[in-house]
């Protein structure tokens, strides 16, 4: 039997269950989208409908020929801002109607003046709410409506003794609801432009954040993977000889000792970076000239390492120095958690514009040797792609182990770092 909360959901639309019908309403359109507040415009409302009484007022002292202001023309004056109330919910109701009243206040034969305003902010939000056909149809059939109204039918409405509308007068209009519509336009690119802008402003801070997330998690796993590794093996020559030579068990805790709180120190660093957002590190980010410090660490797990060095020696930018530092511990890890072998080759080959990085080990690799899909492989091979390299890892044909970097001088990511 399905449970109560999947029932609700289904139902409901969602858990929170104030949210019992559709998200958006047939007589709403396709393109609106369910306004952000339920609040409706009072104050921008109220303002224009202040603005068509008083302005109103103002212009028919100009218009004696028209229809005195009746009671009834100061409702069809406050009908058109109390529709823009519902203009940002119900966009298709608020523009024709705000249409519907322009046309009967213009039959009535009442003075011109503001009262297209109304219209004209019900447009625009028209348009801004992805409305446009409704937008345009209600500017045209208001334009229709004054075209009958002034050259068909103004001998039986309102002003007594009223003549045609002028031609010109007419094309005025015409061009009046074209720039109303081109208003609109312009308002709804401009909304667009500055969502776009939000939402593209709010990826990239998210995309930096995913990336800042990666480089601590790698930065994690390679301290941890390196220092665990060799804790777990010393710890296994301790228990193994902590009867039989004490002195030599002692030697593997003092190296547990030491790798534990090198990385300590180092997970200490990294998670510095978390709390202190935008703080520069207090500490150096290790590079190649631990290498030494890296290979002694190999050597308290069984691992021999010796280290060649072809070509002139340069200093290497902080991200590659870094980059560098973690293939190759990475890589050691490997040997030391995954390979039979007890011996191990790192080649650092300075060639022009490029760093090669080669670490060899004979094998054979044990029962859960490295396939080429560990998350170890996978961050260096992140680690190289960031700087323009690459990283190949893969048995020997003549048997063991081999991952070779190559990691390029000269990058543009290199050039913003020096």
């Known amino acids: 039997m399905r449970d109560f909360p999947a029932l609700r959901a289904q139902w409901c639309g969602g858990p929170d269950r104030r949210r019992r019908w559709p998200a958006r309403a047939p007589w709403r359109g396709e393109g609106a989208e369910p306004p952000a507040t339920a609040r409706p415009p009072w104050r921008s409302s109220l303002a224009l409908a202040v603005f068509q009484v008083v302005g109103t007022q103002f212009a028919a002292h100009d218009q004696p020929a028209r229809a005195h202001l009746a009671p009834y023309g100061y409702a069809l004056l406050l009908a058109g801002p109390a529709l823009l109330l519902v203009r940002h919910r119900y966009p298709r109701i608020a523009v024709f109607g705000t249409a519907a009243v322009t046309a009967v206040y213009l039959a009535a034969g009442y003075p011109y003046g503001p009262v297209f305003l109304s219209l004209v902010a019900a447009c625009v939000a028209a348009v801004a709410a992805g409305q446009r056909i409704a937008a345009w149809s209600a500017l045209g059939l208001l334009w229709l409506s004054h075209l009958l109204i002034g050259h068909w039918?103004?001998?039986?409405?309102?002003?007594?003794?009223?003549?045609?509308?002028?031609?010109?007068?007419?094309?005025?209009?015409?061009?009046?609801?074209?720039?109303?519509?081109?208003?609109?336009?312009?308002?709804?690119?401009?909304?667009?432009?500055?969502?776009?802008?939000?939402?593209?402003?709010?990826?990239?801070?998210?995309?930096?954040?995913d990336e800042e997330r990666l480089r601590i998690a790698r930065e994690l796993h390679d301290v941890l993977a390196h220092s665990i590794s060799v804790i777990n093996v010393q710890a296994g020559v301790g228990l193994a000889l902590l009867d039989q030579?004490?002195?030599?068990?002692?030697?593997?805790?003092?190296?547990?000792?030491?790798?534990?709180?090198?990385?300590?120190?180092?997970?200490?660093?990294?998670?510095?970076?978390?709390?202190?957002?935008?703080?520069?590190?207090?500490?150096?980010?290790?590079?190649l000239d631990r290498l030494e410090e890296l290979t002694q660490q190999a050597a308290s797990a069984g691992l021999a390492v010796r280290v060649e060095v072809a070509g002139e020696r340069t200093?290497?930018?902080?991200?590659?120095?870094?980059?560098?530092?973690?293939?190759?511990?990475?890589?050691?890890?490997?040997?030391?958690?995954?390979?039979?072998?007890?011996?191990?080759?790192?080649?650092l080959r300075y060639a022009p514009g490029e760093l090669e990085l080669r670490v060899d080990d004979d094998g054979p690799a044990t029962a859960d040797g490295p396939t080429g899909g560990g998350n170890g492989l996978v961050g260096m091979r992140e680690r190289a792609a960031a700087l323009g390299g690459t990283v190949e890892a893969g048995p020997r044909p003549d048997g063991g182990f081999r991952v070779r970097a190559r990691i390029p001088l000269v990058t543009r990511v290199n050039r913003e770092e020096v």
């Open 153 to 209: 039918l103004y001998r039986r409405l309102p002003p007594a003794g009223d003549g045609p509308a002028a031609w010109g007068q007419e094309l005025g209009i015409a061009a009046w609801a074209v720039a109303v519509v081109a208003a609109a336009e312009l308002v709804r690119v401009r909304r667009e432009q500055w969502a776009r802008d939000r939402a593209e402003r709010a990826a990239a801070a998210r995309r930096r954040a």
């Open 245 to 287: 030579d004490p002195e030599q068990a002692r030697t593997a805790l003092t190296t547990i000792k030491a790798a534990s709180k090198e990385a300590l120190g180092e997970v200490r660093q990294v998670l510095d970076t978390l709390r202190s957002s935008g703080a520069a590190p207090r500490s150096p980010a290790p590079g």
């Open 315 to 347: 200093a290497l930018p902080p991200g590659t120095d870094l980059a560098a530092f973690r293939i190759v511990q990475e890589a050691l890890t490997n040997i030391v958690r995954h390979s039979g072998s007890r011996t191990a080759r790192v080649l």
